[in-house]
């Protein structure tokens, strides 16, 4: 047999130099590393799949179902941002995480591997410029990536133990990587099976707090909260304790990080109202909020040229 | 004049070769040069960086980059594509929603009946002519682009689209030959040029000698933090005084990303090639250690004794009794 040896370790573009330095700047703003193949960041949903997410909204549907719909569709927004044609580059780790009768890691995965192997496709219209100054209908594929689900309780302090530890592992893999990003979605105060509510709420807050204590070179993971309501006693990116309308509210400040310079800037393309020691959440979102909320916390990974 | 060219062409910090968007062609017959960054969030931005240079530098009576020829040629190569059965669904989104190509171009032309050069630009590509006699003035070097002084490298460079209008207006410059040098760049080594000036011409010409070094020249200054991790692409064309008149062909030395692609690509086949043959490999190992009445120890002991004899990868025994 012939002798061959080779080297077991993966195109040596792709090994991360651990001799990387921060980039020469003489003020470190953090939270600004931008999401790259050489550095990918993680994105993390928190998706409440309690049993009150089985609530229609007026105009129909359930929380669930959109829910499932927003979450699906900026997915497929990062995918588009970083595709460049037959291709898309891995410059996002996501990760769904459930939150109802039990906590269930949906799926953790590169966004190639999403991209490539959604749960199921389905079929929608959209409509596109005709380049006349018109649009015209066109038959797209939508994929999707979990299902909506309804069903127990919200035991976000399990939760979030799952997700400090997704965190954790991947801030400790990839230290120069951009700190990562956790959006949660609820439609409701935390609430566990065997444990009294202020507990279950104090242990959620003590689990967030330890998530936002971790640390990397680009600075602190950052966890920002979407409360899914009707629009009545909205509360959008409080800056203060005064601001907070109800326990909701209040809860969620608790939970949520400041907003760093490089994201306002998404925000106000989004045409969200950002003060400058705004904390990043929503309380009592109605639809329309929560979609541009989903796409601020999202908004990461979509940053390129041309992103204007 | 003697002319002599390099080209050195590498993508980001890991990446492959086949994701880089920067491309480049040249025409030494008639002496035409373009260099091209592809917008990597646009739809086929490579396809549409290779259509613009190629045409760029193709011989032709017209004055000018035949756009609309540009864009035929990019959204037919497309529509091949996105025609494949396997087709992805982003890719045949995109295509529906009659997405663009984007890129940036530099066109160098050299006309040695007027000994004269022509240069027109649109992007943060940038290109500059260093005479032989101010190297060390950067305020006397010409450079081109299409960004408006003060030049500040960010997000939202002007493009040429291979749909429709681009964004921006090109620019153009020109002067007379002289000894000197030309360098086309797109937009990190320019912006690393802007930055470091006759230290960035000091580290092109002691440095960069072949393609290895100057991708181990690029991957220092990126640890440094003195290049943007981007795809990185220079073409540096010498002019010499030989004191003949016409422009006379001498060196060329122009990677070429095609052959980078290929090589990229059969280093990876073969590696797949290699760890299939071992995983089958172990597995008749596996199949005839099991027809010995040894123990799991002994087994363990052989392979490892293979694994040093043969150089293969040390895998665990995984046989049962």
Redesign the interface.
């Known amino acids: 047999m012939e002798t061959a040896t080779f080297n077991q370790t993966e195109n040596n573009k792709e090994t991360m130099s651990n001799n990387q330095t921060i980039s020469n700047m003489e003020t470190k703003q953090f939270n600004s590393t931008q999401f790259s193949s050489a550095h990918p960041g993680l994105i993390t949903f928190v998706i409440d799949q309690s049993g009150s997410m089985e609530e229609t909204y007026p105009e129909g549907g359930t929380k669930a179902k959109f829910t499932h719909l927003v979450v699906n569709r900026a997915i497929n927004e990062m995918i588009n941002s970083n595709a460049d044609g037959e291709t898309v580059k891995n410059r996002v780790l996501l990760s769904l995480i459930g939150c109802g009768k039990s906590v269930t890691e949906i799926r953790t995965d590169k966004l190639s591997d999403f991209a490539n192997n959604p749960l199921r496709i389905e079929n929608g219209i959209q409509k596109v410029s005709d380049g006349n100054g018109g649009l015209v209908e066109v038959e797209v594929q939508k994929p999707i990536y979990f299902e909506p689900v309804a069903n127990g309780l919200t035991p976000l302090a399990d939760t979030l133990d799952v997700v400090k530890q997704i965190v954790g592992n991947f801030m400790e893999k990839n230290p120069e990587s951009p700190a990562p990003v956790v959006v949660i979605v609820t439609d409701g105060m935390p609430r566990s099976s065997g444990v009294d509510d202020a507990t279950e709420e104090a242990n959620a807050i003590a689990k967030a707090q330890e998530i936002m204590a971790l640390s990397c070179a680009d600075g602190h993971p950052l966890i920002f909260n979407c409360h899914i309501g009707r629009g009545t006693n909205k509360c959008e990116f409080p800056a203060a304790e005064e601001e907070l309308p109800d326990e909701q509210a209040k809860f969620l400040f608790k939970i949520s990080s400041e907003v760093p310079e490089s994201y306002k800037d998404a925000a106000r393309k989004l045409e969200l109202d950002l003060s400058e020691h705004s904390k990043g959440m929503v309380s009592n979102a109605d639809p329309t909020t929560f979609i541009k909320f989903i796409n601020f916390g999202s908004s990461g990974a979509n940053q390129d040229k041309m992103s204007n | 004049m003697r002319l002599s060219m390099k080209g050195y062409i590498t993508?980001?910090?890991?990446?492959?070769y086949s994701?880089c968007?920067d491309r480049y062609a040249y025409n030494m017959a008639a002496h035409r040069f373009a260099i091209s960054d592809?917008?990597?969030?646009?739809?086929?931005?490579?396809?549409w960086s290779k259509v613009l240079v190629e045409q760029s530098v193709a011989p032709s009576g017209a004055a000018g980059l035949p756009m609309e020829q540009c864009q035929a040629e990019w959204l037919n190569e497309?529509t091949q594509?996105v025609s494949h059965d396997d087709v992805?669904?982003?890719?045949?989104?995109?295509f529906?929603?009659?997405e663009p190509g984007?890129a940036t171009l530099v066109t160098l032309a050299l006309d040695d009946e007027n000994f004269i050069w022509t240069a027109e630009a649109i992007g943060d590509s940038f290109l500059f002519f260093v005479p032989d006699s101010v190297k060390d003035d950067f305020e006397k070097w010409d450079k081109l682009s299409s960004k408006p002084d003060p030049i500040e490298f960010d997000?939202?460079?002007d493009?040429l689209s291979s749909?429709?209008k681009g964004r921006g207006e090109k620019r153009e410059l020109a002067g007379y030959l002289e000894p000197g040098t030309f360098y086309l760049m797109t937009d990190a080594l320019s912006e690393w040029m802007f930055n470091e000036q006759s230290e960035a011409l000091r580290v092109i010409e002691e440095e960069w000698t072949d393609q290895k070094a100057f991708e181990a020249s690029v991957?220092h200054l990126r640890?440094?933090?003195?290049l943007h991790?981007d795809d990185s692409s220079a073409l540096i064309i010498r002019l010499d005084d030989d004191n003949i008149w016409d422009i006379c062909d001498g060196d060329t030395t122009v990677t070429d990303i095609d052959e980078l692609i290929d090589t990229?690509c059969a280093?990876?086949e073969c590696?797949k090639e290699?760890q299939t043959v071992y995983a089958d490999l172990n597995e008749r190992i596996n199949d005839l250690l099991q027809t010995y009445n040894i123990s799991d120890n002994a087994k363990h002991d052989i392979k490892q004794q293979l694994s040093e004899e043969?150089?293969?990868?040390n895998r665990n025994c995984d046989s049962h009794e």
């Open positions: 993508c980001k910090e890991a990446e492959a994701d968007a592809g917008v990597t969030k646009s739809f086929f931005p490579k396809l497309v594509r992805k669904w982003f890719t045949r989104n995109a529906l929603r009659k984007l997000n939202y460079p493009y749909r429709g991957a640890n440094e933090g003195r991790n990229e280093l990876k590696r290699i043969f150089a293969l990868p």
